[in-house]
């Protein structure tokens, strides 16, 4: 009897590990924001999901019927301390991701206080464009970026424009430097191997006064990395990780190797042999329209299971 007991209490905490710390943000009461929140604003791939034209049982029956599946791939940020809020990555969906930003901010309306861009890839840094003159016709927002980054922005329209026109005021990172952004928010950039034909790669550390977050969206493979990924999780509390394949194969007719990234198998396998509670801090995020995770079943249901989570769109991490 007490070890069926154990059994069941082992199960119920594995899968409670993937809602514990995600509160929907309808759940929330508003009186009591406080301290710093961070928000997962999208978890889907560049593309978004559905995908566009895709013909697969994955995407067509939403895009027949004009439904969303998920946003793209986006954080953000609130301290409610010193009112201010940020985002990381300007996706294509930066509109409604700003509004459900600002839906948890309680000082003044309007643009963010900053925006985190981790490299120039289509889901990353497009939203950018609705901070130009056809759209907000924005102020000097602080736009977070490295240095290729940055040259790309500056020389390459319609971004330049951006700069030109002083709707984004570009603020430089350096890997490994430590930006203060309040007296409660610490941001790093950790230079990370990619496919970076117009400008470096970055994952970001998030440093709160209570908490911390790793941020690592893209990446080639762990493999490739000068840092450890098990020893960078286990430095914070929640870590964010490139989840855009589930496993090999999972694109037939096209070679996976052009496309490189850690599959979720692979991730799972390098951290089988650690802790429940190192796996538990690990939500996987960047979902390309193809990875069943974004579909829960047996996917979901697996890395449940062996301790992992998924990001959910509208959860909030205290930090």
């Known amino acids: 009897m007490r070890a069926l007991l154990f059994l069941f209490l082992s199960i119920v905490t594995l899968y409670a590990c993937d809602t514990e710390v995600q509160t929907p943000e309808k759940e929330l009461d508003p009186a009591k924001m406080e301290g710093v929140e961070l928000i997962v604003l999208g978890i889907a791939q560049d593309a978004g999901f559905p995908q566009t034209a895709c013909e697969k049982d994955c995407c067509k029956a939403l895009l027949q019927n004009g439904d969303k599946g998920a946003l793209i791939t986006s954080l953000g940020l609130v301290d409610h301390t010193n009112h201010t809020r940020y985002m990381f ?11 459900k930003l600002n839906a948890r901010h309680l000082g003044d309306p309007g643009v963010c206080d900053g925006i985190f861009i981790t490299h120039a890839h289509m889901g990353h840094y497009t939203g950018l464009m609705y901070l130009g003159r056809e759209s907000v016709g924005a102020s000097k927002v602080p736009v977070y970026c490295m240095p290729r980054m940055k040259t790309y922005l500056t020389n390459n329209g319609p971004w330049s424009q951006l700069v030109q026109l002083e709707n984004i005021n570009i603020r430089n990172l350096e890997s490994n430097s430590l930006i203060t ?16 034909e117009f400008s470096e790669t970055v994952g970001f550390r998030i440093t709160g006064p209570k908490k911390s977050a790793l941020f690592i969206p893209d990446i080639d493979k762990w493999s490739r990395w000068d840092l450890d990924i098990k020893e960078e999780v286990s430095k914070v509390d929640y870590a964010f990780l ?54 829960g079943g047996d996917a979901l249901r697996e890395i449940n299971e062996k301790g992992f989570n998924t990001a959910k769109e509208g959860a909030i991490f205290r930090l």
């Open 89 to 99: 990555e300007a996706s294509p969906d930066f509109p409604e991701q700003l509004a």
């Open 242 to 295: 490139d989840a855009t394949f589930y496993s090999n194969g999972e694109i037939p007719g096209r070679d996976m190797s052009e496309i490189p990234h850690p599959f979720v198998e692979e991730t799972m396998d390098l951290f089988s042999n650690t802790s429940i509670e190192l796996r538990k801090k690990i939500y996987f995020i960047h979902l390309n329209h193809t990875n069943p995770l974004l579909r």
């Open 181 to 196: 952004l309040d007296t409660n928010l610490i941001v790093e950039a950790i230079e990370v191997p990619h496919r970076d």
